[in-house]
């Protein structure tokens, strides 16, 4: 009998993580484990027993919900729970954290009731580390990956006389869309059209802030990320923060090149485009970001060969590896 995994996952929570879960979910691991998927609140929610071998939590931690985390190890105190960190990093705390001392504290207090906790990128887990947020016993990294073979195998776009740029994910302070919205406001160029995915909280206040312009447009929430950076010549990615950051790996693997603020997991997955890749890192601010945008028109950035974006497909096979690795350690100790 295969082991059963029970993710449980916020009703609130897609995007990057809905895409590396049903990657997961549809890989060979399903030969060897059975998954499944339960959406919780953690406010309201009453946590009870579950009947599964290893539990897998993904919900956002605070200082509210850490009496649930304690009663949800106390009702399955016999069953492995492991916590995957898509939440929290080094810029979430610089943008969002008014109190870092007890913020970290509630993160030290959270961890310890865990049994793993699992960091999406080494930056995060460099992060974790430096603040003595978790022993390192307890610490694992696993990037995170989805299936890429859409994305590889997408034709190199030809330029035309409008240069795309390009920009998904959800509408939410922390994907920095306004302060892009800003840079295009500081480019007095027809030839140049910004094309935002994703759909969230802040869809009408972007919209009103970019009202004025004729040269953005919001495509809204796709299916078919492939079809879309398809369209585009470049892309780029404003975050404020980034534990790992999903759309940098597609963008990469289509073989676009992208410019990006350079925070928390942006940074790790760009030294794989080049070495030097100062050019391509804006700071997060209006002017730097119409910069960069300006000198990538002049001056094209670097991106993946046709081999090395093939190559990429290894990725989430690596991802799948390493959750295999994971997975049979807790197996093999009950």
């Known amino acids: 009998m295969r082991p059963k995994v029970l993710h449980l996952i916020s009703a609130s929570e897609f995007g990057g993580i809905q895409s590396a879960l049903s990657s997961l979910l549809s890989s060979p691991l399903i030969n060897d484990f059975e998954f499944h998927i339960k959406t919780i609140d953690l406010k309201h929610y009453p946590l009870t027993h579950y009947e599964a071998d290893i539990i897998c939590l993904h ?5 509210q919900y850490l009496p649930k985390i304690l009663l949800l190890k106390l009702r399955n105190f016999h069953t492995p729970i492991l916590y995957q960190e898509h939440h929290y990093c080094d810029g979430f705390v610089k943008h969002q954290v008014s109190r870092p001392k007890r ?8 961890y310890g009731i865990i049994d793993t906790v ?12 430096q603040h003595h947020l978790i ?11 989805t299936k ?3 994305f590889v195998t997408l034709p190199t ?10 920009s998904y994910g959800r509408l939410h302070k922390q994907k920095g869309f306004d302060i892009l919205i800003e840079a295009i406001k500081l480019i007095p160029n027809e030839n140049i059209e910004l094309k935002i995915a994703g759909s969230g909280e802040l869809e009408h206040m972007l919209k009103k802030l970019a009202s004025s312009l004729t040269n953005i447009q919001f495509v809204g929430a796709s299916d078919n990320i492939p079809a879309f950076l398809n369209e585009c010549d470049v892309i780029i990615i404003p975050s ?24 928390d ?4 997955q760009s030294t794989l485009l080049d070495k030097n890749q100062n050019e391509a890192i804006f700071e997060l601010t209006a002017e730097s970001i119409a910069q960069a945008i300006l000198h990538s028109i002049k001056s094209p950035l670097n991106t993946l060969t046709s081999e090395q974006r093939l190559q990429m497909r290894k990725k989430s096979d690596e991802t799948v590896s390493q959750w295999k690795n994971l997975l049979n350690a807790f197996k093999d100790n009950n």
Not at 103 to 110: A, E, P, T
Not at 118 to 129: K, L, Y
Not at 243 to 248: D, E, K, N, Q, S
Request: charged fraction near 15%.
């Open 135 to 145: 022993p390192p016993k307890k610490l694992f990294v696993l990037q995170q990956g």
């Open 148 to 150: 890429l073979n859409r």
């Open 265 to 268: 997991g942006l940074n790790e």
């Open 118 to 129: 699992i960091a999406v990128s080494h930056s995060q887990a460099q992060w974790m580390n």
């Open 157 to 166: 776009k030809k330029a035309g006389e409008t240069y795309v740029i390009g």
């Open 59 to 63: 919900h956002a931690l605070s200082w």
């Open 240 to 263: 404020r923060w980034e534990p790992f950051g999903l759309v940098f790996q597609e963008a990469m693997a289509a073989g676009k090149p992208i410019l990006h603020s350079g925070v």
């Open 103 to 110: 913020f970290f504290l509630m993160l030290k207090l959270s």
